[in-house]
């Protein structure tokens, strides 16, 4: 990373910074700002970590950030707004999963499919089970039939799966990738970011609430995009 590139990701920080303060201390003005500007700052940085290039993967990458951006604002709308911003996130990961099957399916077309790679994806599937299972028993509510309506439990479920499938696929680029380096770890470390702030939120809204949970949530979810987005610069040779 250029000293630049390094200047700008600190300035990045510096604006996460203030909206866990603005959320933290409910500065609710200073947080309507904050909160879209977090991520126009990461699609900016994006862009420019990417040399201001249009190629395909780069173009997938801001699209699902903006999709996060859309998500953002969307969620500071009233509640009715949910499922809106709800599905503007889906689709963002659904773009992250077409980006990382893109990865993986160079990965084994540069390396060929051996026996350690059908042995890293039967793991992969093994662990993504795990972790659908560990989503129903902590993070749904126990009667969700009883307490949501299908047209909100239904598309949740989905989006736990889905978001759980990014995890799991940001893994096994990683495990596939013909040459390793350290900062490959920053893809599957913002996806597992990812989960977790979900996750937290999901919890605080449909099982148990908690009090300033939503710090937390800003936390890891502005550190999920950040991480996600240096992971898959990564990938593309651009950092």
Sequence with gaps: ??????????????????????????????????KPLAMILVITWTMAAAGWSMQPMV?????????????DILLMLPSRWFLMGLGAFLVGHLLYISLLVWNVSLSIQGGGFTELSLG?????????????????????????????????????????W???????????????????????LFLPAGAFLFYISDSLLAYDRFKRKMPKIRVW??????????????GFLTFLGQV
Excluded: N
């Design 217 to 230: 949530v800003m936390v890891t979810y502005h550190l999920a995009q950040f991480s996600l987005a240096w």
């Design 1 to 34: 990373m250029t000293p630049e590139l390094l200047v700008f990701a600190l300035g990045v920080l510096g604006i996460f910074v203030l909206d866990w303060l603005a959320v933290g201390f409910s500065w609710i003005r200073i947080e309507r700002f904050t």
């Design 162 to 184: 889905i978001l759980s499938g990014v995890l799991m696929l940001s893994i096994l680029a990683v495990l596939l990738a013909p040459a390793f380096s350290a900062t490959m």
């Design 59 to 71: 173009v997938l990458l801001i699209l699902a950030q903006l999709c996060g951006l859309a998500g």
């Design 120 to 160: 890293w994806v039967l793991l992969i599937l093994i662990i993504w089970a795990a972790v659908i299972l560990s989503f129903y028993r902590f993070v749904a509510p126990k009667s969700p039939r009883l307490t949501m309506p299908p047209l909100l439990w239904i598309p949740i479920q989905v989006y736990g």
